[in-house]
């Protein structure tokens, strides 16, 4: 990576004074920790994170982009970084570092307090994150890719609530709108797909948090729905998904430059179920892996080309 | 499974009218369906459905019920059921099902609706689901069991809120009482481990949300983790988790008799990481599966006494 002298280089923040008091700091879900790996050493060098929720999905991200990339060890597998826990997948190569999240804000939340305090104190900077995913769309055609402007909640509000210590807490979800605009500006050079920014719906139900009629419980009418979604659409929403809000939040406490890039499966002004085929499917979800790995390519080439 | 003639059989219950009307129903997070699986015949024989966060530990699970019941197969490697995604797996031998739910209510609510409507469409009747899983204690030993009297949510209330179509809706976080007493027996049976019986909080965040000081934001002090943990004792909350709330509201809608049985990994009035060794860890999550394995073959046998 290029490093010109004046250029100021953006730590990753944490805000914990008690996090330099402990003895070892044990990133248990990640099964990682500072007084069982060189944190700096291994992990030192990344400037790219990608995270998403399937654990499949992630692997095949870091196999795609060390292809894009021109880094692919034919011989290797890329072990899972984090083989000592079943909770979420690491993945590596180069400046690139791929993870998985699960579904919903709980679980991104626990993998970003340990993904910032991993990338603190392996010293990185200048790191940019995108959360690369699949949602549903609303009045797009399914496989339309969504660069979020705005996370807002299930109430149509851009902010995250949280409970601490039984209080509500209020938390922008403010993305980096120059990177979203680069990501979309990507998306029109590759000329692959149908790429749109909008704002995201980020909500804490699959099914009865996102007005669907096919969950085990439905107490709503199919015209209650129909209004709900409508409103949403006319406030900008474009696409639901479950994590946005969380990784929003805290990417923006931590200094770390992100980006949510989703894929829609199904327009949920015709349909709820997922009922594509599997290849369908497939290829719908390698749409944000192809626009972020493009883009990430096309900055570590522009980075390389700066004199050092 | 004995059938006496005047007893009545518990259907699983879903509420959603436009369930009937659909063609097929994809449950696409546990890569099964009506239009591809003879639900029926797969699941029909189902009456005990364990749950937990981690895949590993649903796996391990369903190899020491399999032994516990005497109906192991060597041969057999117990295949994942939901094998064609990675978002949950699902184990079976005989009348038990084992099922992973990641971490977090939004992740658990995914899996329940679809377990719902599998069981649902599955016919299955007299079906007991019992979580077990781990936890932070609050004044207890690590490695005592906590079997959840009532779940409480981060403000102490005993409710599940949800977010439908933009409305708050408020739902009970009752459990089945008699169940309860019933496994605190067992476990006096069994005299391996202490088992109390409390209130359990459950939250929606890991770190923050449950007053830790390791996590990277910590914006409150140590006296104040201190106070709100000691305020949650009090109200006689022995354990925090993230899965019970909605557990206990989605079971108590579809009739399902439930029961939340959790180890305690750490004590929290003492501190927040997990820093016992691998094996003393893994000791203490088995605990939860011996005392429901013990319990369900102890159900077993009682029914097949009752003459049929």
Redesign the interface.
């Known amino acids: 990576m290029g490093k010109t002298k004046n250029r100021v280089h953006l730590p990753v923040i944490?805000?914990?004074?008690?996090?330099g008091g402990?003895k070892e700091?044990?990133l248990?879900?990640l099964s990682l920790g500072t007084g069982t790996h060189n944190l700096p050493a291994l992990f030192g060098d990344v400037k790219f994170v990608c995270v998403g929720?399937?654990?499949?999905r992630m692997k095949e991200f870091i196999e795609h982009i060390a292809a894009e990339l021109g880094i692919q060890d034919p011989k290797s597998n890329y072990p899972n970084i984090c083989a000592g826990t079943?909770?979420y997948a690491m993945y590596k190569v180069g400046p690139v570092l791929s993870v998985s999240h699960?579904?919903?804000?709980?679980?991104i939340?626990?993998m970003?307090?340990?993904l910032?305090?991993l990338l603190?104190h392996a010293r990185c900077t200048d790191v940019t994150i995108i959360r690369i995913g699949t949602s549903g769309g609303i009045g797009l055609e399914p496989g339309t890719v969504v660069v979020t402007k705005q996370s807002v909640?299930?109430?149509?509000v851009p902010k995250f609530e949280?409970?601490?210590?039984?209080e509500l807490?209020v938390r922008d979800t403010d993305l980096d709108y120059g990177l979203a605009e680069e990501l979309l500006r990507s998306s029109k050079e590759l000329g692959q797909f149908n790429t749109v920014m909008g704002n995201t719906m980020c909500?804490?139900?699959?099914?009865?948090?996102q007005?669907r009629?096919?969950?085990?419980?439905?107490?709503?009418t199919?015209e209650?729905?129909h209004k709900?979604l409508t409103?949403a659409r006319e406030a900008g929403v474009c696409n639901i998904e479950?994590e946005s809000a969380a990784f929003a939040a805290?990417c923006k406490?931590?200094g770390l430059r992100a980006a949510v890039v989703c894929t829609t499966l199904v327009d949920r002004l015709k349909g709820d179920?997922?009922?594509i085929s599997h290849d369908v499917l497939h290829s719908y979800q390698q749409r944000p892996q192809i626009l972020v790995g493009y883009y990430i390519k096309k900055q570590i080439k522009a980075r390389e080309a700066i004199p050092k």
């Open positions: 944490v805000h914990n004074p008690y996090l402990l700091d044990i248990y879900h929720g399937s654990a499949r079943d909770r699960g579904i919903g804000i709980p679980s939340s626990i970003l307090h340990e910032i305090k603190h909640d299930a109430k149509l949280q409970l601490i210590l039984g807490v909500t804490l139900d699959f099914y009865e948090g007005g009629l096919d969950g085990a419980f439905c107490l709503y199919e209650d729905k709900y409103k479950m805290m406490l931590s179920q997922l009922n």
